[in-house]
């Protein structure tokens, strides 16, 4: 059935690290993708997203370029800052277009 | 513009009470959805609206029920709680349907003893 991998986390980098975070999925078709990011003690925000293959999204220096052969959404970021410390959540839409499905996420905790 | 707001922010029931999650949004958005995150787990979709007065089942429905009586609320309601229910519970809402964004409001943590 349809499902996300995320690598498993927690995630922990020293300030201006360079961050990568893998997201391969199990689809029907081609569905658009997304990073979502969830902050301490709030709820989930868009982080990017694509919509079709070879798309790439970006915001706030993070970047995803969706890959249709190898499946995958791999989230980047050049140098990352505390700030950036939350849960990042990779999904893509089921084909109905109804409902996102989730990885279970990868906790980044980022230290000075 | 307050964006997506959730009442209560934390609950704690026993086994059997029964309780209604409350969803708000002040941005006239067609489609409100309910998730439930559990540890280790992503969000999965409970149920999902896409206009006043429509409501659809998503990926784990039983045990709630949904209403959307009027467009910017939408109501999630435990009959009968269950420890499995434990879960912090998430409201989304959008203007259109996917991939369009969906804006999601702070969580209630839920607790069923």
């Known amino acids: 059935g349809d499902s996300v991998t995320q690598m498993e986390g ?41 919509t ?61 | 513009n307050a964006g997506v707001t959730q009442t209560p922010k934390f609950r704690v029931l026993k086994t059997g009470q029964s309780m209604t999650l409350l969803c708000a949004q002040d941005m006239n958005h067609e489609y409100m959805y309910w998730y439930r995150q559990d540890p280790g787990m992503g969000l999965r979709l409970i149920h999902y609206s896409v206009g006043e007065g429509t409501t659809a089942k998503g ?29 912090v519970y998430f409201c989304a809402s959008s203007p259109l349907s996917l991939p369009d964004t969906q804006y999601f409001g702070p969580g209630t943590r839920l607790t069923v003893l």
């Open chain 1, 10 to 50: 927690p995630v922990t980098l020293s300030e201006e690290a360079f961050l990568t975070i893998n997201c391969t999925y199990t689809a029907t078709g081609y569905p658009s993708l997304f990073w979502y990011v969830q902050y301490p003690g709030e709820g989930l925000q868009l982080l990017l997203k694509a």
């Open chain 2, 59 to 87: 990926e784990v429905p039983d045990g709630y029920n949904v209403s959307r009586l009027k467009k910017q609320n939408f109501l999630l309601g435990l009959e009968s709680a269950a420890p499995s229910q434990t879960s």
């Open chain 1, 52 to 112: 079709k293959a070879d798309d790439k999204g970006s915001n706030k220096g993070f970047e995803a370029t969706y890959r249709k052969e190898t499946t995958s959404f791999h989230l980047e970021k050049g140098s990352v800052q505390v700030s950036d410390s939350a849960v990042y959540f990779c999904a893509f839409d089921n084909q109905a277009g109804t409902a996102l499905i989730f990885g279970k996420g990868t906790t980044l905790s980022v230290s000075s």
